[in-house]
């Protein structure tokens, strides 16, 4: 201890200010550490698109005012869509209120995004939760309620780069 106090003040302060700053930053570090994904459940629908097209259990809703529908296909096991213009491909069965999704997907243009809508009406666009990763251009990710071109979304651009 009289080792420590020997020591000038400036040098105190810093060892001081040095070891909060470590701290501050451990803590930041073990915040956004992933959490591992959780265990147990039950399945409740898995779809694995090998077959032609998407099938009885799907309904694709209408497009924005002014569009066609656009396609929904299945190739080598994949989704895809094209120029669909919002109209979501539902799927027909319904979920329990509490569900882990899980779904690889991928834009295929620069301009595209990715959006999944769940626990909507089946019918209409932003009926529920759209889940959108890159949207407009690569400038949004966000979870929507019903409202995706909200306000508050139209400067967010935080978690997004393009690549």
Not at 33 to 46: A, E, I, R
Not at 54 to 82: C, F, H, M, V
Not at 91 to 105: C, M, N, T, Y
Request: glycine content about 12%; charged content about 25%.
């Amino acid at each position: 201890m009289n080792r420590w106090r020997r020591l000038p003040a400036g040098v105190r302060t810093g060892v001081g200010l040095g070891l909060c700053f470590l701290l501050v930053l451990g803590i930041v570090a073990w915040r956004q550490s992933p959490v591992p994904p959780t265990q147990g459940g039950t399945l409740v629908f898995q779809d694995d698109f090998e077959r032609a097209e998407p099938g009885p259990d799907y309904r694709q809703g209408e497009p924005d005012p002014g569009n066609s529908k656009g396609t929904w296909r299945i190739e080598q096991g994949r989704l895809k869509a094209e120029k669909i213009h919002n109209a979501a491909l539902w799927l027909q069965k319904e979920l329990p209120p509490k569900v882990r999704i899980e779904f690889d997907a991928r834009a295929e243009s620069g301009t595209g995004d990715v959006k999944a809508e769940v626990f909507g009406d089946g019918i209409t666009h932003q009926s529920g939760y759209i889940l959108i990763h890159g949207g407009w251009s690569n400038t949004i990710t966000t979870i929507a309620r019903q409202d995706e071109h909200a306000e508050e979304r139209k400067v967010d651009n935080r978690g997004c780069r393009r690549g």
